[in-house]
């Protein structure tokens, strides 16, 4: 009975953690051989009986007979004299089995012993735990904010398991309060130490592609697919959808009469404004709608160098470029291809690069960035506004402009 109230103080544990009792008794044997390694040297001889049903366990020491004065291994073997204390029938060469208790084990063993199975049980817990998450990688998991950290939001779910929301996994227009339930994907989970470590994020693009599933029937039904998604989290994104139904719209059907059905994804990302177009394989018109709401005029598309010429209106360069640069840069990402946009009735360009012995090349990358990498391209645009769609000082964007402008009046 010593062992049985000890095992079921011990199942208090199975309660608390949601351990089912053979699971539990198979970590009551493990952690129990340890014991008997560190008391005894040796748990070969041992054998541990469990009885899930009860919950009950004996541990039983097997030694064999020796003559008095022969014995050299006491965990091994058993003098006659102490043998036939036992049982007096007992000879040398004989097995001899005895039940150890566990009060036998000594106070400092079995404290030692309830914190292995402490240990034990958390690591079990947290590799169950690592598990079930590595399956809802890529997935639209809600969580409650529980701590607010300069460099992260501390989640729980319903369960209490811990979610990280880092800074630059949240969008820019975020803000959180303690006990609002925020939802995102679960972008990875890696075991650090014993704990898993579960990051979600709200900028990846699976998250928007995730919520057209959430939000709009068609697409979780398959009738419509998502081809690609590209974003700059909390301003732009671009969605490419396909339909294998002719009869079916998917432009249409996701963005819903007036925006019905994409104001909710918007209002999730905070207002990110979501461009929804059709996918094509036929490439100069899937780069012509990637630029929408810029009307293209022409295209010249180089396959080899994965860049495409496009020609617009004067006034339709801007609509291309978009507000800091963000469409244009997002249609190359949606497309796969470099777009360099030119003036329609321009006289021919020049690239930036050409200027590499006048401007610093870490100024010429951050032009590049924003769209900008011709001098027609830097000369269409306002002093403001080139400062708003770079990062460069306003002392540093006169300068370039007057080197491009003396190019163009020699």
Sequence with gaps: MENLALIDSFSEFKDEKLIDRVTLMSILEDVFRNTLKKKFGDDDNFDIIINPDKGDLEIWRN????????????????????????EPDFEVGEDVSEEVKLIDLGRRSILALRQNLISKIHEHDNTNIYKHFKDLVGEIYTAEVHHIRHRAVILLDDDGNELILPKDKQIPSDFFRKGENVRGIIESVDLKGNKPSIVLSRTAPVFLEKLFEQEIPEVFDGLISVKNVVRIPGEKAKVAVDSYDDRIDPVGACVGMKGSRIHGIVRELGNENIDVINYTTNLQLYITRALSPARVTSIKINEETKRAEVILKPEEVSKAIGRGGHNIRLAGRLTGYEIDVFREGVEEDVELSEFSDEIEAWIIEEFAKAGLDTAKSILEQEIEDLVKRTDLELETIEDVVRILKEEFEE
């Design 63 to 86: 030694r064999v007979v020796v003559a008095d004065g022969e014995v050299e291994e006491e965990n091994q073997e058993i003098s006659l004299t102490d043998a036939q204390k036992i």
